[in-house]
């Protein structure tokens, strides 16, 4: 039982085959996420109006929260160049500052969150300027509020799972789990945080930015 | 990970429940595929029970205790559940574990000589991930408010709370459908990369054995479009639980509000495709079991498959036609009829490969063959009558009647129902090691098959006399009047059909038990299943196997005392 599957490695390479299936995954994960942002946008194209970018959103916080999201996977991809050479010291440090990147994130987005549910006589002025009512920024809070929960939730869930994710393969590092010939895991995790990371820029540019 | 990890420990957990072993996956998702199929055809007893006598207490044959109401009769929201919960369960609890997750699973590794699934745990993760969506669509049945009742295309803003269903029932079929989503894609993943990396030296692709490309197909289609209705779930899902407002429009929304219609074309972009998915499936292993059993090489293998390929782009194109009646521009509704019937080119070439397949072949009427005929014959009236449903015209006049119930059931219900039966009566040897009883094979396939044609062909009948799909008493309608005794007769005809269903299992259950022993490949088929002794270890190959044939070489000339050789063995003489 001990003999290999045998691969095809004809069409793609020398890509193993968990890496393919997470190539795989990040399509469907794309699929899920173009669907709930295309859905938005063209909500956004029939809607009677919709409040100016910037008018209830914290951009200049946000972008922050994206640009620490870029920091992350920059770390993540210096964990890799570390494991290529060998230095565990490197790869457990860049991957805890990975770790520690998404969880800022996650912190900064619930802050967010909880600015909005708790309201205020601030916001509610903001809401009432965009033309929306209450004082509070809900999911209830028309189109707009539904389009901008469910998509920033939706990718944090995903940050959520990358967290978890990633500190299993931590884990795995610190039992020197990995060598510069087996990294496999580390890759296929890569290619999820990245991907993570590459869906909030889109995110950040049509719920925030336009 | 490209070694199978073979644990030491034999106990039952192990090798039976938490398996990652394929073979093992694949049965269970069998034995659940059966338990909803039967759950689900139980419902429909009941609908039928109402159509036919309104409003009279419920027998006891009919489990009428158990149906709470007045006085044992099925009220409206009974009703309403019914023909939802039917609807749901047999789509995605019964054909999708049947067709793909038992034989998607058994046959992939074992046909392409592969020793298990590309990753085998995530396959466990998917059967119980499927468990567990069921567990949740049932538990709604606990409900004060019963469970889902708004169709099993649930609708918004029917399917709301603002929109008229009381209690937490829609929000548990959202979730379950969820689940079951998450659980398909984990299989979908599964199957493609299996297919594209495990595959032994020298199964090209066109050496694939056609069940094989039907459910790799499928899980093409799974990969791309499970996700678009799993963006469609969570939206509609956070609108029954959290109040966003995707899906609700005019006085139901508070400042400005979604669109209802969003939801409906989500919906069918996922929706129209999932019928290839639940029909691919078969049409392989039709294509497969037709060269077996003809003793002949399928006719146009390739053409076979190239059709199915472009059905599998095509379907991805054509969902406006599930929505004529919406008020979509009259242009659109056009181009979608046009991109419909387009299909019918591809379809009807498979077909007549399918009966040239058939001709001259020396046909073996085993219990398998005939299943795999009677597919041949319910999907012509099937696909016959979609091209009815897909004309515009025809479409305003039959949408939401008894016509389009008749007809997706030859397609999906009858079509699929055979297919599994053939696909079950022929891989069954190798499944449990035990032949089926013949004879009550025979006699299960042929009541099936009279009754399951007059029940469909007269449902489009009445619903072409004007019936609506989802009437609960359609005789307050002087115009339905007439059609009484018609009503009756569906339904006593549905009874058989039920009746020979249990045949079915009781069949199943005793030749599992006390069945002839089978021999290592009793219908002398090729392909590579077929090579190894029961019980087939974890593993499956203790060598993996070199091909050297495509899976049809039978009767070949140059095969000398036999019509058949294993995809293994050269064939001399051949170039």
């Known amino acids: 039982m001990d003999q290999a599957i045998p691969m095809n490695k004809t069409f793609f390479g020398n890509a193993t085959t968990g890496k393919l299936g997470m190539w795989l995954f990040i399509v469907m994960d794309g699929l899920t996420f173009g669907t709930i942002i295309i859905g938005g946008l063209g909500l956004r194209i029939s809607a009677a109006s919709w409040p100016v970018a910037g008018s209830i959103l914290n951009v200049p916080l946000t972008a922050f929260n994206t640009f620490l999201l870029i920091c992350s996977s920059f770390t993540m991809v210096m964990a890799l160049n570390s494991i290529v050479k060998d230095d565990q010291k490197g790869l457990i440090k860049y991957l805890a500052f990975t770790i520690a990147g998404g969880v800022i994130f996650l912190g900064i987005q619930a802050w967010e969150y909880s600015h909005f549910i ?81 869906v909030w820029i889109l995110v950040f540019t049509v719920i925030y930015l336009i | ?61 009919l489990l ?28 995605f609890w019964a054909i999708t574990p049947l067709l793909i997750g038992a034989f998607g699973n058994f046959l992939i590794p074992l046909q392409i000589g592969a020793k298990d699934m590309a990753f085998p745990t995530l396959n466990m993760l998917s059967f119980w991930t499927f468990f567990l969506s069921g567990v949740v669509l049932l538990s709604a049945y606990f409900l004060p408010t019963g469970a889902a009742s708004g169709g099993w295309t649930s609708y918004p803003p029917l399917s709301l709370p603002a929109g008229g269903i009381p ?60 996700p678009v209705i799993a963006a469609g779930l969570i939206m509609l899902l956070i609108d029954q639980l959290l109040g966003t407002q995707f899906f609700l429009a005019g006085r139901l929304a508070a400042g400005g509000g979604g669109d209802p219609l969003l939801f409906q074309h989500v919906f069918w972009i996922f929706g129209h495709p999932e019928v290839y998915i639940l029909i691919l499936p078969v049409w392989g292993i039709v294509s497969e079991l037709l060269s077996v059993f003809s003793r002949k090489p399928a006719f146009g293998a390739k053409v076979t498959v190239i059709c199915m390929s472009t059905i599998v782009v095509l379907s991805s194109i054509v969902w406006g036609h599930h929505m004529y009646t919406t008020g979509m521009s009259p242009l659109l509704g056009k181009t979608f009829m046009f991109l419909t019937l387009l299909i019918s080119i591809p379809s009807s070439i498979f077909f007549f490969n399918w009966l040239a397949t058939l001709w001259r072949g020396s046909l073996h009427f085993d219990p398998p063959m005939l299943h795999t005929m009677a597919v041949i014959w319910v999907f012509a009236i099937g696909g016959l009558t979609g091209l009815y449903n897909a004309t515009v015209t025809a479409d305003i006049y039959l949408h939401d009647t008894m016509f389009v119930v008749g007809h997706f059931h030859y397609t999906m219900a009858a079509s699929v129902l055979f297919g599994g039966y053939a696909a079950i009566a022929h891989w069954y040897p190798r499944m449990f090691g035990r032949m089926l009883n013949p004879l009550l094979s025979k006699i299960h396939f042929w009541g099936t098959f009279i009754t399951i044609n007059l029940v469909f062909f007269n449902m489009m009948v009445t ?78 190959f203790s060598t993996i196997p070199q091909v050297v044939n495509g899976p049809h070489e039978y009767s070949n000339p140059n095969i000398k005392d036999a019509d058949w050789v294993c995809q293994t063995v050269k064939i001399e003489g051949d170039s």
């Not at chain 1, 309201?119 to 901008?148: D, K, R």
């Not at chain 2, 009220?75 to 369960?89: A, C, K, S, W």
């Not at chain 2, 599964?190 to 899980?219: D, E, K, Q």
């Not at chain 2, 599992?512 to 019980?535: I, Q, R, S």
């Open chain 2, 64 to 91: 009428g205790f158990i149906i709470n109401g007045e006085a044992g009769m099925i009220t409206p929201d009974v009703y309403n559940q019914l023909f939802t919960m039917h609807g749901t369960i047999m789509i």
């Open chain 2, 167 to 226: 209690g937490l029932g829609q929000a548990f079929w959202t979730l379950s459908i969820t689940l079951m989503g998450v659980a398909t894609m984990m299989g979908a993943i599964n199957y493609v990369i299996t297919v594209i990396r495990l595959r032994a030296p020298g199964m090209t692709y066109f050496r694939m054995p056609l069940s094989v490309w039907g459910l790799w197909l499928t899980s093409i289609l799974n990969v791309i479009f499970v």
């Open chain 2, 463 to 540: 619903g072409y006399a004007g019936q609506h799909r989802r009437l609960y008493y359609p005789g307050e309608f002087e115009f339905l009047q007439p059609l009484a005794d018609m009503n009756i007769f569906i339904t006593i005809m549905a009874f058989f059909l039920g009746a020979f269903q249990i045949l079915f299992l009781y069949n199943f259950i005793h030749s599992m038990l006390k069945g002839k022993v089978a021999e290592n490949n009793p219908w002398k088929a090729n392909t590579l299943e077929w090579t190894m002794d029961y019980p087939i270890p974890h593993g499956n």
């Open chain 2, 1 to 61: 990970m490209e070694g199978i990890k073979m644990s030491s420990s034999k106990s039952i957990m192990s090798t039976h429940i938490f398996s990652t072993d394929h073979k093992t996956i694949g049965k269970q998702f069998l034995f659940l595929g059966i338990f909803f199929l039967l759950f689900g055809g139980f419902q429909a007893l009941l609908i039928r029970w109402q159509l036919a006598y309104p409003e009279q207490p419920v027998p006891w044959w």
């Open chain 1, 118 to 198: 708790m309201g205020g006589e601030h916001l509610g002025n903001l809401l009432a300027a965009a033309g929306l009512p209450g004082s509070q920024f809900l999911p209830t809070t028309g189109i707009y509020g539904s389009v901008f929960y469910a998509t920033t939730m939706f990718h944090g869930l995903h940050v959520l799972s990358g967290v978890i994710y990633l500190s299993v393969i931590l884990s795995m590092a610190l039992k020197q789990k990995f060598t510069s010939n087996n990294y496999d895991r580390l890759e296929i995790a890569g290619l999820f945080w990245h991907f993570i990371d590459l």
